[in-house]
């Protein structure tokens, strides 16, 4: 069933040319919403675009976007806030990740992750801020991951964006919470997508874990369905999630028992 609410809303979504991004587009302009995507890979946004405004008839903006160029989320931004006078749901969905044990992992790789993963994250919501303030209504929607709840061999970096991507939605959730703004972290496990191109270069890890691989469809449908609404996590599968609340209270017997399972990336 489609999300009623998302009818003639605003809705914008980094990282759309493919995965859970196009994904959560599609559901998106189904129920009837106004988007605006944003992706690195123009060329995949305006196949969408006229897929969507195709079989929905629904208004797409496209924007070229690197979500590490802060200067560039400035200009894009202002030229969306421009056009439509507001945007009533932002989806951070932007992000990559390798996997490297911590000595191996080079200053550009991390550079790159936190720029990407934090820094673009926070400049993105925070050109939506005062808009949504002063309207008191709006969604931020956070794409981290259960590796932000526990950390793994291999992802050492990773984790660490997806850790300061819940530290910062949690204290914006609560700066927001008298002002009708909702901001929800969907904290997800493997998906299915092109991420583990760069991630898993060997692609031993994506075998391992083949059986609890999540499909990108699954995840967008969960993330839509709540959209503005007041979503404090989207966690999935939730087993995984069962594992970090078990590892939240006793990290040691976790690290322990499950260091075979850890060790497969």
């Not at 009623?4 to 605003?10: D, Q, S, T, V």
């Not at 291999?154 to 901001?183: F, P």
């Not at 059986?211 to 989207?234: C, D, F, H, N, S």
Request: proline content about 3%.
């Amino acid at each position: 069933m489609a999300n009623e609410r998302l009818i003639g809303k605003n809705v914008v979504i980094t990282g759309a040319s493919g995965g859970i991004g196009a994904e959560m587009a599609r559901l998106c302009a189904e129920a009837g919403a106004r988007l605006v995507l944003m992706a690195r890979s123009v060329d995949k946004l305006e196949i969408l675009k006229e897929e969507l405004q195709t079989r929905f008839g629904v208004e797409v903006l496209v924007y070229q976007l690197d979500v590490s160029d802060t200067n560039a989320i400035k200009v894009v931004f202002a030229d969306v806030l421009q056009s439509l006078g507001h945007i009533d749901v932002l989806v951070n969905n932007a992000g990559f990740g390798i996997f490297r044990e911590a000595h191996e992992a080079s200053i550009e790789e991390i550079k790159s992750m936190f720029e990407v993963n934090v820094v673009g994250l926070l400049a993105c919501t925070s050109m939506v801020l005062p808009v949504m303030r002063e309207r008191r209504f709006g969604h931020i929607i956070n794409i981290a991951s259960q590796a932000g709840k526990m950390a793994t061999p291999k992802s050492s970096v990773y984790s660490a964006t997806k850790h300061a991507v819940l530290g910062y939605s949690n204290s914006l959730r609560m700066e927001l919470a008298d002002l009708g703004i909702y901001v929800t972290t969907v904290n997800p496990g493997p998906i299915a997508t092109n991420f583990f191109n760069i991630a898993d270069e060997k692609g031993t890890y994506l075998k391992n874990i083949s059986r609890w691989v999540l499909q990108p469809e699954y995840v967008a449908r969960q993330v839509v369905g709540r959209m503005l609404t007041k979503t404090r996590e989207i966690n999935l599968p939730r087993w995984m999630n069962a594992a970090s609340i078990f590892y939240t209270l006793f990290p040691r017997v976790v690290e322990r028992v499950g260091k075979r399972a850890f060790n497969k990336k």
